[in-house]
């Protein structure tokens, strides 16, 4: 179909001097949100989006197909606390999740904090909750139009009464309670105006608020000298006498300090300070239970006397193994561990020395995200899922290791699991690195070098892309495609050593696994570069960016969402100083040198034949300013006179990051992304598939 051209983008050099690098910039004029030129073109932009992808005929039948499966719902890790069980679920056409309390656990769920009573447009989201240890009250975060900066609230649990206290910029929070008589300290951004413009999202601080208290005049208790971009949280001993602080430096190392309320004088005890590793924990039984990589890639779990906690006197519970440990949680007393084995979930628990292994055993090969303990009975909660099965939250008897079904939501209608096969390949990356990949597709779907194929990726921050349901997914395979999701490095899957291959200077070796990662499949006879599409958002937004402007000649399609791209300019958006422990910083000479090298933005050639890219991006997004995807979009819309170029902006003017995005939008956003997707890559959706019988 001819295509309208898109909207005039007015070129603007700035020139920027880094480190003695001449850098022209065309489109900073893009950068500024608030700008009513900015606006224009964005509507501009949307416009012409809007004429394009709601002519594919493919977009309907996609969008159909996605809210049915979208209405599945989402499901949260149950957490039993004190005899009940507390979790959050979407169902059917609500917009939002609702946290639900179960009084026991053959009882009935009881809503406790819905925000979808709260708003009609369903903008309102629940981003976090925090019961006491008795379970009769619960702080939890409100944010609206997915900019995640919630409003601490408090409800009481038996009458569902919400408390006076509201504290605003707690985004992100973590909360640990004393007592439910007392009150709690908890992670809070400061006010704006009490910092530079521009830093609100930094210098996270612990503050104690006892109830009914002005927040305002609430106590300062850590964090007032540390670096405004340390990430911290806080958490409490049941008893509420020890208070762990820990503070975050990036994705690769932390310190923590536990802190004794029955002796204030001693201050705080260093547990692990300047250490090139992460440790994270709780307090439990007047010990410290610790999750660590310091001398132990693939992690192990210490525990050690909260009287004297500092590493030279941890003792090792659950040693290190040759597979990752992702997570694991405490009873009264046993240990559940949740490991990745091929970047599938496994789950056991020990006794209290490690010994007496257990396994729980998992419906299929699939994933879990954290296991939940409770810390005064036997029970731990944890949420399953795969790529052909929706979530299920399930309760386990520690003691015995057996689990019983809490919560399932439903399988969508007409989803043929019994006809969708998964695969797990390996395959040399360009240094002979061997990376696992999962291949989804019908069963019926065999190598014929011409298979709709659709590969994604993340690889960064230590986080494990593992088989969890997703509606696109499963729209997209049952229509005949391929879906293809490799373990990158700079994912968490097989460690710390894994992490800090694809971080920093190494964050070619991402772009190289990547690359490596479609040519296996053409090499494998799936498909060849006319029909092979990329596909990711934020991190994985990055990664496709990059590929993008690497091997333009491997794609035939991009969706790029909430993307970085200017990787010379980004530290200084939103909360991206965040990642400069695992990006680096242009700030620096040398780390100037290789986000240079690989900056999308930065990349883009004139002349040269781009694959067709779609961005989709959001004006209320508090962690990747859409910045990236307006200058990005210009360069390359700029770069080619071809007429055959396809180069869309697509910009959400009432959504964040895609945390809390309702129902509608969701269905809207990943519609556009599909039916882009299958027109550039051929997707018959009058073929075998369900698509093709509706």
């Known amino acids: 179909m001819p295509l309208p051209p898109p909207p005039r983008t007015a070129r603007e050099d700035v020139i920027d001097d880094v480190h003695g690098e001449r850098i022209v910039d065309p489109y900073r004029w893009l950068e500024s949100d608030t700008s009513k030129r900015v606006g224009e073109w964005t509507d501009a932009q949307n416009a012409r989006t809007r004429t394009i992808l709601d002519a594919l005929p493919q977009r309907p039948a996609f969008a159909s ?38 009084d026991a656990v053959d009882g009935a769920d009881r809503a406790l904090v819905d925000p979808n009573a709260l708003d009609r447009e369903g903008l309102v989201t629940l981003d976090w909750y925090y019961p006491s240890p008795d379970a009769r009250l619960v702080a939890y975060g409100l944010s609206r139009g997915g900019d995640e900066m919630s409003t601490l609230h408090v409800v009481e649990t038996a009458t569902g009464r919400d408390l006076a206290d509201h504290i605003p910029h707690t985004q992100r929070s973590t909360v640990a309670w004393v007592s439910s008589d007392g009150g709690f300290y908890y992670t809070v951004h400061p006010a704006p105006g009490s910092v530079p413009p521009g830093d609100e999202n930094y210098y996270r601080r612990v503050r104690y608020h006892r109830l009914a208290d002005d927040p305002a005049k609430d106590q300062l208790v850590f964090g007032e000298d540390r670096p405004k971009e340390d990430i911290l949280s806080v958490s409490a001993s049941e008893d509420g006498r020890w208070i762990l602080f820990t503070a975050f430096k990036g994705w690769a190392k932390s310190d923590l300090y536990l802190f004794d309320r029955a002796h204030p004088d001693r201050g705080l005890a260093t547990v692990i300070e300047g250490q090139d590793a992460i440790a994270e924990g709780f307090v439990l039984g007047g010990r410290l239970w610790v999750r660590t990589n310091l001398d132990a890639p693939n992690y192990r779990v210490v525990s050690v006397a909260c009287e004297s906690p500092d590493a030279t006197r941890w003792e090792t519970v659950v040693p290190e193994g040759k597979d990752v440990i992702e997570s694991f949680d405490r009873t009264r007393d046993r240990v559940a ?54 979530p299920i939250a399930f309760v386990a008897n520690a003691p015995i290791g057996q689990a019983e079904e809490l919560v399932r939501l439903r399988m969508p209608d007409r989803l043929d699991v019994a006809g969708i096969a998964v695969d797990q390949i390996t395959y040399a990356s360009r240094d002979g690195t061997g990376v696992t990949m999962f291949l989804v597709h019908r069963k019926e779907v065999s190598p014929t070098g011409k298979i709709p194929t659709l590969l994604t990726g993340y690889g960064g921050f230590n986080i494990s892309r593992t088989p969890a349901y997703s509606a696109g997914v499963a729209a997209w395979v049952e229509a005949g495609g391929l879906f293809a999701m490799p373990n990158l490095r700079g994912g968490g899957e097989y460690g710390e050593t894994w992490h800090r291959a694809g971080m920093l200077a190494n964050k070619q070796n991402v772009f190289d696994d990547f690359h490596s990662a479609a040519e296996a499949l053409i090499a494998g006879g799936w498909t060849e570069s006319r029909h092979l599409a990329i596909s990711g958002g934020s991190n994985g937004g990055l990664l496709v960016g990059a590929a993008l402007t690497q091997r333009p000649d491997l794609f035939a399609a991009v969706s790029c969402a909430v993307p970085l791209l200017d990787m010379l300019r980004y530290q200084n958006f939103r909360i991206a100083r965040f990642w400069i422990a695992e990006y680096g910083s242009a700030e620096d000479p040398e780390q100037a040198k290789w986000l240079r090298k690989y900056s999308p933005y930065h990349n883009v050639r004139a002349g040269v034949r781009y694959p067709a890219v779609l961005f989709t991006t959001a004006e209320g997004d508090s962690r990747v300013d859409p910045m990236h995807a307006r200058k990005m979009a210009a360069s390359l819309q700029a770069q080619s006179e071809d007429p055959e170029s396809v180069v869309l902006l697509r910009v959400d003017r009432d959504a964040g990051h895609g945390i809390g995005k ?33």
């Open 65 to 102: 197909r996605l809210r049915e499966l979208l209405s599945v719902g989402l499901l949260s890790t149950p957490r039993p606390i004190a005899g009940r069980i507390f979790h959050t679920r979407r169902e059917g056409e609500q917009k939002q999740a609702v946290l639900y309390v179960r």
């Open 662 to 694: 309702p129902l509608d939008k969701q269905v809207d956003d990943f519609a556009d992304q599909y039916a882009f997707i299958a027109w550039r890559t051929g997707l018959d959706l009058n073929g075998p598939g369900m698509l093709g019988q509706r």
């Open 337 to 390: 561990v949740l490991r990745l084995v091929r970047a599938t979930s496994r789950l056991a628990t020990y006794d209290l020395r490690g010994k007496d292994e257990r396994e729980i055993r998992l419906p299929s090969l699939g994933a879990i995200e954290i296991v939940a303990g409770e810390h005064d009975g036997d029970r731990v909660g944890y949420m399953f899922q795969s790529f052909t099965q929706p």
